[in-house]
């Protein structure tokens, strides 16, 4: 115990020496630090600086003239950014990526700088602030903030439209669901919910003896035609329009639903899977691929991931074992589920 300014504190003391005390703050701060540095991070990725810097480092200088700001307003964002790891000051002012920096390039396979965007773009970001106000109402943040539901907002808005389906695009889960299921054999795989038919094209390219639907709303796959030709598997791929609340393609040999299920409430997901359910025959399988929150050992990621439903869609995050529930309103069941650590799982579901 010592004595200072008129107040006993007890340091601790370890083999003679004083024991810091600990940082019970080190959390919070981490938290408020983020929330700051994002911005900063945001603001290189609009700028252009990350495709400046994508040959290797640059002084600040260089990046100042080639983005056109002035520099030593852009010397503050760059430090500020060295914080994240993303970036590194290699030599006074001279900056580069980071192993980790560089999945914030447009060319990152991972889809990564897509879904950041998205994370920190106009009112996809914004309505994040009426997460409060959404527990307490049952409406959704986005609707609160922005007065419209998500799709008929985008509709609407076709910027923040092009960063959502970019963001969509660009992260398919392709590679996930083609190691967790054995789709040899499979004759026809429709995709349900399936954008402007990333990942059915990736499936398809994987799988040359397949063809495939695509099915999503009309105004949604009004783009799938330019990209299923892009990626050379438009003879393959029909696209149809209309809702999976109304009913889905019968008779497929397999149903793919990515990123779909975790949007929609308990009673709106019952809807939907009885429709499918009505669609399947006794050989058919259901795939969905999305974030499984695992109580036990919760993920930051899949956590965080789940938060955005909610704030987006207004759809609680679902185990494993809450979506068997609502298999077996319908006539399903679960037949396997193959988990990725901080990422999208798939479940194999099949008529019960």
């Known amino acids: 115990m010592r004595e200072g300014d008129g107040v006993l504190v007890d340091v601790g003391r370890v083999d003679g020496a004083a024991t810091p005390p600990e940082r019970t703050e080190a959390p919070l701060s981490g938290l408020v630090s983020s929330a700051m540095l994002i ?9 252009g600086v990350v495709e400046a810097l994508a040959d290797g480092p640059r002084t600040v200088a260089d990046l100042a003239r080639e983005v056109g700001v002035p520099e030593e307003r852009l010397l503050v964002v760059m430090r500020a950014v060295t ?10 002012g001279v900056f580069a990526l980071s192993p980790s920096g560089n999945h914030l390039r447009a060319d990152d396979p991972l889809g990564l700088r897509d879904l950041f965007r998205m994370c920190t773009y106009g009112d996809l970001f914004r309505a994040w602030t009426r997460l409060g106000d959404s527990v307490g109402s049952g409406r959704t943040a986005f609707e609160i903030h922005t007065g419209s539901h998500l799709f008929d907002y985008l509709g609407e808005n076709r910027d923040a439209a092009e960063v959502f389906n970019r963001a969509m695009n660009a992260s398919t889960p392709a590679g996930t669901l083609l190691d967790a299921a054995d789709l040899a054999g499979a004759g026809t795989v429709v995709d349900l919910g399936g954008g402007e ?20 709303l009309p105004e949604v796959v009004a783009g799938a035609p330019r990209l299923l030709r892009e990626e050379g598997v438009a003879d393959r791929c029909s696209v149809v329009g209309g809702s999976f609340f109304e009913g889905v393609p019968k008779g497929a040999d397999v149903y793919v639903m ?95």
């Open 39 to 47: 911005h900063a991070v945001s603001a290189m990725v609009e700028l």
């Open 83 to 92: 914080a994240t790891e993303l970036v590194a000051q290699t030599a006074p």
């Open 197 to 216: 038919g990333a990942t059915l094209a990736a499936v398809l390219r994987a799988r040359p003896e397949a063809t495939g639907v695509l099915f999503d």
């Open 258 to 352: 990515a990123r779909v299920m975790q949007n929609w409430s308990d009673r709106d997901a019952v809807r939907i899977l009885a429709n499918v359910r009505a669609a399947m025959t006794a050989g058919s399988r259901l795939l969905i691929v999305g974030h499984l929150p695992e109580r036990a050992r919760p993920s930051a990621f899949v956590e965080a991931i789940g938060l955005s439903m909610f704030v987006l869609y207004g759809a609680a995050p679902r185990s494993s074992e809450e979506y068997e529930r609502l298999f077996a309103e319908v006539g399903l069941a679960l037949h396997s589920v193959h988990r990725v650590p901080d990422g999208e799982s798939v479940m194999d579901v099949r008529p019960a």
